[in-house]
């Protein structure tokens, strides 16, 4: 509690601090820069000659001017400001994300270590499940930033290949099942697609995996997801459902965005850095396919991706 109070406080200090930075270039200037038109104009209105003239259009010229350098430092502050507040909310949520399984394999590594349960088979099993499925969460977080980091610097080269796209759904299923426990999620798989796309597996399986983390996050404790691929004309659509707290209208468009979570209220207890749909968005978009939702507040969401298949790339 302590140092989440020290964290608020310390963002309220720089956001207060740029906020005063931007008030104060915009009094210092604004005050000017009227005092210096309405020199010009007067000087304009009531001069003769044409040094008059001239004096009165530089001074308008140059509060013109003044003005155009002040809104530029100030947008240019105010970027600065959003992308403080945006890296701090990031290391915030993730370093918040990371503790969870951390807790979890640190408690359980202890278990095993004390000797506690090592006359019970059964829970010696279940600590060492219990540990791999953390891992498993590690692993994608971390798999998440860099694939976000690599993203935003486009630094990751896509390696096609043609195929039906149920192997890079099967690959992200079997990955999100190691990540839960056994009876945790009703899971319902349903393939029924084996047109050829061409994709990258990996991006593409870390795309439905991240709809499927997504999944397992907003819904409650009793958890249903449902994993479908079939084709829809010249397209082949993966589609990810889910039984969980569903998405306000207004919140629909900006899910995709980066960094950008629902209101705390709906999310209750669940965690994340807000890059999930945002990775999803980028690695559709460079497959030249599509992604949407459909959701409904309190009763679910899905989520579908679609890609060309194979004969029609390239065709319009």
Not at 149 to 165: E, I, N, Q, W
Not at 169 to 192: C, H, Q
Request: proline share 3%; glycine share 8%; charged share 25%.
């Amino acid at each position: 509690m302590e140092g989440r109070v020290t964290t608020k406080i310390r963002k309220l200090r720089r956001d207060l601090g740029l906020t005063s930075a931007i008030v104060a270039l915009s009094v210092g200037v604004i005050l000017p820069v009227i005092l210096s038109t309405s020199l010009g104009i007067v000087t304009l209105a009531i001069g003769e000659s044409s040094d008059a003239i001239v004096l009165g259009v530089l001074i308008i010229s140059f509060a013109a001017a003044a003005t155009g350098g002040a809104v530029v430092v100030t947008v240019l502050l105010g970027r600065r400001a959003r992308i403080a507040r945006l890296q701090s909310d990031l290391l915030a949520n993730v370093t918040h994300e990371l503790r969870t399984p951390l807790a979890a394999i640190r408690m359980y590594s202890q278990t095993l270590l004390l000797g506690r349960v090592a006359d019970d088979p059964p829970r010696v099993d279940e600590c060492v499940k219990t540990i791999l499925r953390e891992t498993e969460w590690l692993e994608a977080m971390v798999d998440r930033v860099l694939t976000w980091r690599g993203a935003a610097k486009d630094r990751r080269t896509l390696s096609f290949t043609r195929a039906p796209l149920t192997g890079a759904v099967e690959e992200a299923v079997a990955r999100f099942s190691r990540m839960v426990a056994p009876g945790e999620v009703d899971m319902n798989v349903n393939l029924k697609s084996s047109s050829p796309v061409d994709y990258d597996r990996q991006g593409i399986a870390t795309a439905i995996l991240n709809l499927l983390v997504n999944a397992y996050k907003y819904t409650r404790s009793e958890k249903r997801i449902s994993v479908s691929a079939v084709d829809v004309d010249h397209w082949v659509e993966v589609s990810v459902e889910d039984n969980g707290i569903g998405i306000p209208p207004k919140e629909v468009g900006r899910i995709f965005d980066p960094f950008y979570r629902v209101d705390s209220r709906l999310r209750g207890k669940s965690t994340g850095a807000g890059l999930g749909l945002a990775i999803v968005r980028h690695q559709i978009q460079a497959h030249q396919g599509e992604v949407y939702v459909q959701s409904d507040e309190d009763r679910g969401s899905c989520f579908s991706i679609r890609l060309p298949m194979a004969s029609d790339l390239g065709s319009d």
